[in-house]
């Protein structure tokens, strides 16, 4: 049992730990705002919740379980603001790709 | 060296490389916001790093410092967002010369 749980736990760390280099490739690579915010979203939720499922599975004790949770709700809270007022502010003022959209929705006809 | 030590070092490694990238998209990024999502990556990778660390020891002292993470992490993406929207504010536009900003 506790080999089949450490098997599950190095599953979990290992894409966890894949999904932020992946990330951080496309941070490095792409080449304007919201294409590097598409790739920041993926380690900061899927990637730190197979990491904390990785530290829930080799725990010892239940009552650690708490904190695990409190993380993984904290950041499922506190990214998606971040990053909604970040893209908001960018857009409002004009933005890396302003000419390049082909579907804007909000810009006003000028 | 059990296998559980190899897992521990590739998924580091691989931690590692992440946090090496987004340092370098941070020092580069050619304005505020790229910054602030590359140092918002870069607190993800911390926090993997640390339960990367606290799984494969079977501690859970550093536990504590992963709830401070995932709530500071965001104060300074808002900040930035909120005050340094623009690296080069255009003076043509006259709303934000006489400082009031508008509905923004």
Wanted: aromatic share 6%; proline share 4%; hydrophobic share 55%.
């Amino acid at each position: 049992m506790r080999l089949f749980l450490d098997i599950a736990s190095a599953f979990c760390l290992l894409s966890g730990a894949f999904l932020a280099l992946i990330a951080a490739i496309g941070i490095a690579r792409f080449n304007n705002l919201f294409s590097r915010m598409h790739a920041a979203t993926k380690p900061q939720v899927l990637g730190m919740l197979l990491i904390l499922v990785g530290i829930g599975l080799r725990m010892e004790a239940w009552s650690d379980l708490g904190l695990l949770v409190l993380v993984a709700v904290f950041q499922l809270l506190t990214a998606p603001v971040a990053a909604h007022m970040l893209g908001r502010a960018v857009y409002r003022t004009g933005g890396p790709d302003h000419d390049e959209r082909i579907v804007d929705e909000k810009m006003p006809a000028d | 060296m059990t296998w559980m030590t190899v897992v521990a070092w590739v998924a580091g490694g691989m931690l590692g490389m992440a946090a090496i990238l987004t340092v370098v998209r941070a020092a580069l990024g050619p304005s505020m916001p790229n910054r602030a999502v590359a140092i918002d990556v870069l607190v993800a990778v911390l926090v993997g790093g640390l339960g990367v660390e606290a799984a494969y020891n079977r501690h859970t002292d550093t536990l504590p410092i992963l709830v401070v993470l995932s709530l500071v992490g965001m104060v300074g993406s808002v900040s930035i967002a909120r005050f340094a929207t623009s690296d080069e504010p255009d003076e043509s536009d006259p709303e934000r010369i006489d400082g009031t900003e508008g509905s923004r």
